[in-house]
Each structure stands twice: as C-alpha cells, then as structure tokens.
C-alpha cells in the first residue's frame, strides 16, 4: 500500500504558510500548543510530539482535508480562554 502525501494547493508554498502559522501558535501565549503524547519512540524518544509536526503529519494523513480550514478550527479548538 502506498502511503499518500498531501499535494498543496500552491505546492511548497502553501505548506510553509501553514508552517508557519502553526509555529505562530506555539509562540502566542494565547494557544494551548503542548506537546503531547506519542507511541512513536524512535522518532521521538522523549515520548511527546512537537505541536507543529504533530498537525502537519495529520494533514499529510489527510490530504483530503482543506488545510487552511483545519487552521482555522485548529485555532479555536486551541484558544485559551480567560
């Protein structure tokens, strides 16, 4: 079985730009973006799995999934509430 990679619309460019606004959360204060558990230990021996490459690897996953709507939820899902 072939694995399935998800083709971008805009090819790299649109992936960069999700990228980076995934990297843009980490940085907010204002977005729950822990890193959480994984059973991949050879990938990551710590057990936890970075927010960013935790998102991009479900959308590569995914690739039926429109990317930048999966931000936009990704965004309120994410948002810490006072």
Do not use: C
Request: no cysteine; proline share 5%; net charge neutral.
């Amino acid at each position: 079985m072939q694995s399935k990679k998800r083709v971008y619309a805009s090819g790299i460019e649109e992936e960069q730009e999700i990228r980076n606004a995934l990297h843009q959360m980490m940085q907010d204060s204002s977005f729950n973006t822990e890193p959480t558990y994984t059973a991949n230990g050879v990938t990551y021996p710590e057990g936890l799995i970075p927010f960013v490459d935790k998102h991009m690897q479900y959308l590569d996953a995914n690739p039926k999934l429109d990317a930048r709507m999966y931000l936009a939820n990704l965004q309120l899902k994410t948002r810490i509430r006072s």
